[in-house]
């Protein structure tokens, strides 16, 4: 059998969950190929690059903007001919080259494409739409899906809302790699508390100078700081912080994330998963953009972390205070696994009822 994850790498969510998901496949079923693919190089083969450093340049220099884009397309998704007008054609070229039995798609826009596909040529291939936050933007909604895997029981509060039946489904949260489903571990810091903080891929902190210069003082405290692709920010605390474990990129996130007894890091939907994951209570900077601002709402919501009010006196002492408190990091540790046992399946599980019910050509 085989499976087409399309997924796209604006930020980190995408790509990660539908590797994530090939992991987890592969993992499990000997039987089945998995194949990952980078839509945009099939929508625009010779510009991908270049659209992709325009994506990163502008997250990185204007989060509003930024914010103001993605609100701009809640808007006009709403309209039917959106769907009416996608070009199919990249789909069936890629359908076409891997021949797959069912397809998966992480990337919102993405999935019009793949609606627009089957629609246009009437190809009854299975599809299911994996949604990579809380909130629920419309072009993940499509007449043509016939599976949404959610992050919660809110994001399958919106789908009911807006007409999707329930039978079609299923909170298993958002996919992570199979390294961060294993507990924490002691990293021999003699009793420390282990802080771990993180801005994304781009490396993007607020307040990381004031934060730090507080943690230094707490001489309980071990500190790490993943600075991802933000060179300049990694040389300048490994520079100013010699006290501080400060790496760039890693491919070991999960290692210092069980490792860590809270983190501190940006409102994405698949990090807030990875500590879900790991057990690890998540606090979170005060997002900008309106899918992490609704991901923020739901890890307070949920008693899981806080979110820090990064522009307002007084925010590190009020993260030193919850790091400090026992009961406070236990209280968000008991309610991540309240979380983690209300799911209706886990993602695999998800994934291999789907299989099973698809119908492979004779």
Known sequence: MNILILTATFGHGHDAAAKAIKSQISNRRADVNVEVVDFMSY??????????TGFNYVVRNNLKLFDMMIRADYLSSRFPWREDITNSFAVKKIVNKYNPHLIICTWPMGCRYISAYKKRHEDPIPFVTCITDIAVHPEWITKESDYYLVASKESEAVLLNKGIRKNKIISCGIPIAPAFKKTQVDDGTCGKKRILIMGGG???????????NALQKEDNCHVTVIAGQNEELRDYLISTYPGVETLGFTQNVAEYMKKADAVFTKAGGMTMFEAIGTETPIFVFDPVIWNERINADYIQNSGIGRILRTERMGW?????????????????????RNIKSAMDSEVIEAIDMIIDRVSLPA
């Not at 929508?43 to 992709?52: A, D, E, N, Q, W």
């Not at 993007?204 to 100078?209: A, E, S």
């Not at 009020?318 to 400090?324: D, K, P, Q, R, T």
């Open 316 to 336: 590190v002492e009020e993260f030193v205070g919850y790091i400090s408190s026992e009961d406070t990091l236990e209280y968000m540790k008991r309610n991540i």
């Open 43 to 52: 929508l625009f083969p010779y510009v991908y690059k270049g659209i992709y």
């Open 202 to 212: 781009l490396g993007l902190i607020p307040g990381i100078d004031s934060l730090l």
